[in-house]
Nanobody, 123 residues
Framework: QVQLVESGGGLVQAGGSLRLSCAAS?????MGWFRQAPGKEREFVAA????????VYQDSVKGRFTISRDIAKTTVFLQMNSLKPEDTAVYYC???????????????????WGQGTQVTVSS
């Protein structure tokens, strides 16, 4: 079992930045970030695989958000720049504990989920 703990959420003005962190208690083969705004379904934000070169982003955050990991692959970060009010949501860290073929942008491709951290961007 892998436990995930997110941190770094908060309130920021539009155009500002936040850095989210997610610490995993065990080895992961894939980690990613999803977000869910009130009244909306949980949506994919970004993901990174065992290879540092394998990253994928939602189109709306490309050029603004950057996902990265530590060498041990136990912590994943989401650097969020140029934040917009539309980015307001609860951000969830997700991880896959086994290596399988799955869509990294689908919530079905992950086994473990964190409790979420609130990100609020004011206009």
């Amino acid at each position: 079992q892998v436990q995930l703990v997110e941190s770094g959420g908060g309130l920021v003005q539009a155009g500002g930045s936040l850095r989210l962190s997610c610490a995993a208690s065990g080895r992961t083969f894939r980690m990613g970030w999803f977000r869910q705004a009130p009244g909306k379904e949980r949506e994919f934000v970004a993901a990174i695989t065992w290879s540092a070169d394998s990253t994928v982003y939602q189109d709306s955050v490309k050029g603004r958000f950057t996902i990265s990991r530590d060498i041990a692959k136990t912590t994943v970060f989401l650097q969020m720049n140029s934040l917009k009010p539309e980015d307001t949501a609860v951000y969830y860290c997700a991880a896959r504990g086994t290596l399988i073929i799955a869509d990294p942008a689908s919530k079905d491709g992950y086994d473990y989920w964190g409790q979420g951290t609130q990100v609020t961007v004011s206009s």
